[in-house]
Each structure stands twice: as structure tokens, then as C-alpha cells.
């Protein structure tokens, strides 16, 4: 079954130390991204990439940081200048529309905590 | 640049009608819609592109006012399954394939 799949679920960082997200897809997207979701509120874009070797950042890159080495596979790695962690994270990838717009699809999501 | 929905929370019984609504102070392309349930992935409900553009999903559907830079979404006859919350995620003239989500909206349905 294609899909997308972040790991790991729950990740718990201590002070000063970098941690990195998992995304694999296997639905041949070309585009994939990153968001950010504190609780009760909307999913904020940190990171997205539309081409391997290629990413830009969204409206909160602060303190994250990417690679697209492969198509499949877009880390994020949340480093200790991000100074609030905690939050839901997820990845999603999509088409790149070449008519029609494409969907996002979105993985299950990691929980990053603070020690 | 965020998009604004209202109203902020629903409460519904089963079997009632319910209707999201997504604004942006900016034009838009297109207009996404998903729901999540809690502590679960978004799930892709419907894209609208163009302006006046109507789409149905079972008893979901939804419309796209080009002019008004906002779109509607309605849940007729709702169901304990619709629960969740719902976003709106818009993508912007000039910057396509970049979707600026709204803050949501809590649909309970009780029985």
C-alpha cells in the first residue's frame, strides 16, 4: 500500500540537542512537505520541497532545517536554537499539478516533547 | 495572509445541517479542504479552483466564490463520523503548490 510514513511517533528532546523527524513516501510525489501544529491551532508550513536537492522555506523555518536528498525520503531536523519544540508534526507530499491541483497527503504525524 | 473561518466551533445533533466558512484577504487559485480527527493526519476532503466551483463528497460539498476570496463548506444530514476539525487550506495566485491553512473549525456531532 503506497503512503507516507513518519517516524517515530512520540520523540522526547532534552535542552541544547538537535533531533531529526522521519518522512518516507512511496507514492512517487514530487513535492513534499513539513507543518507544525500546536494544539487548537492550524498547521503552520515550515519547510517544502518541489524537486530533489531543492527546498524552500515556509512561514516558520526558524530553528528547522531539511534535505531532499532522495525523492522518497525528507527529513527535518528541529535543532536547539528552536527554542519551543513541542508541538504535533507532519509530513505530507502531493503531485506536482501539471492541470489540475493535487492533494496533500499526510503521514500520522510525530509528537516532539521537551525533557 | 492566514485564512479566517468561522465560526470557531460547531455543535450539532445527528441528522442536522452545518456550514464552515473560509475567508482570505488575499485572491485566490485554489481552496483545499480537510478534516482531522484528534490526534490523527489531516484527510483530504475536496479541492476547488475554480471561481463559482461547487464539489460534492457523499453529503459534504463545497463552494468557491472567486470574488469574495472565500469558500463554503456544508455537511447536510450530519453524521457521529463527521466529527473532527476542519481546514481550509488556501494556495495563492503565484504561489501554487504551497497550501496557507486556516486555524479550523471543531465540528462535534452527538448523537
Known amino acids: 500500500d503506497g503512503g507516507i510514513t513518519q517516524s517515530p511517533k512520540y520523540l522526547f528532546r532534552k535542552e541544547g540537542q538537535n533531533v531529526t523527524l522521519s518522512c518516507e513516501q512511496n507514492l512517487n510525489h514530487d513535492a513534499m512537505y513539513w507543518y507544525r501544529q500546536d494544539p487548537g491551532q492550524g498547521l503552520r508550513l515550515i519547510y517544502y520541497s518541489q524537486i530533489v536537492n531543492d527546498f524552500q522555506k515556509g512561514d516558520i523555518a526558524e530553528g528547522y532545517s531539511v534535505s531532499r536528498e532522495k525523492k522518497e525520503s525528507f527529513p527535518l531536523t528541529v535543532t536547539s536554537a528552536q527554542k519551543n519544540p513541542t508541538a504535533f508534526y507532519l509530513c505530507a507530499s502531493s503531485m506536482i499539478p501539471g492541470g489540475d491541483n493535487q492533494p496533500q497527503h499526510f503521514g500520522d504525524g510525530t509528537r516532539l516533547s521537551i525533557l | 495572509q492566514q485564512p479566517v473561518q468561522s465560526p470557531q466551533a460547531v455543535i450539532l445533533r445527528e441528522g442536522e445541517d452545518a456550514v464552515i466558512n473560509c475567508s482570505s484577504s488575499k485572491a485566490l487559485y485554489s481552496v483545499h479542504w480537510y478534516r482531522q480527527k484528534h490526534g490523527e493526519a489531516p484527510v483530504f476532503l475536496m479541492i476547488?479552483?475554480?471561481?463559482?466551483e461547487q464539489k460534492g463528497h457523499e453529503k459534504i460539498s463545497a463552494s468557491f466564490n472567486e470574488k469574495k476570496q472565500q469558500s463554503s463548506l456544508y455537511l447536510t444530514a450530519s453524521q457521529l463520523s463527521y466529527s473532527g476539525t476542519y481546514f481550509c487550506g488556501t494556495e495563492m495566485w503565484g504561489a501554487t503548490n504551497k497550501l496557507i491553512f486556516g486555524t479550523g473549525t471543531l465540528l462535534a456531532v452527538q448523537p
Open positions: 476547488l479552483l475554480k471561481g463559482g
